[in-house]
């Protein structure tokens, strides 16, 4: 079995993010959703709430699973018997941050780092930017999953 990784905070889960985990599950045999769950970073979810709602927008995607995980991502992805991480890349500037990541993870563990570059419907959408447009009274219900958008505009009218 081919088991692969795609990492990230998802703070919050966008329908980018979706779109290459649904990408990577037709490449292997499972893919692991793992959500960092570094508590000293501020997010607008924890971790938990993080998990719940990757849980619930995944739930429809035969092969994947949601897990969380703390410290050195390569290490936790040779526990969980990966063989790759699949990240998705909007532009030259995210090939430019992935890549020295991806050296070193090959170099530590031997993890390969497949990037899948992003569908252009997404290409401009990010958690930071959906929280920012959100939390100045814009609709952004066209870029994350309805279980988010709900979540995030209760999590915002709370603020």
């Given at each position: 079995m081919h088991r692969a990784v795609v990492p990230g905070s998802f703070d919050p889960v966008t329908l980018g993010h979706l779109d290459v985990v649904r990408r990577a599950a037709r490449l292997f045999d499972e893919v692991v959703v793992a959500v960092g769950t570094n508590p000293s970073k501020n997010r607008l979810f924890t971790p938990e709430e993080r998990l719940e709602l990757l849980a619930a927008a995944c739930a429809d995607l035969p092969g994947v699973r949601v897990a969380g995980f703390t410290g050195l991502?390569?290490?936790w992805c040779v526990e969980q018997g990966a063989v790759a991480v699949?990240?998705?890349v909007r532009g030259a500037?995210?090939?430019g941050h992935e890549e020295p990541m991806a050296h070193?993870?090959?170099h530590l563990t031997g993890l390969e780092t497949v990037l899948l570059p992003a569908d252009p419907r997404w290409a401009f959408v990010s958690s930071s930017l959906v929280k920012?447009?959100?939390?100045?009274?814009g609709d952004v219900s066209a870029f994350v999953p309805e279980v988010v958008h709900?979540?995030?505009l209760s999590r915002l009218a709370e603020r």
């Open positions: 991502l390569a290490d699949v990240k998705g500037a995210d090939v070193m993870n090959a920012e447009v959100a939390a100045g009274g709900a979540a995030l």
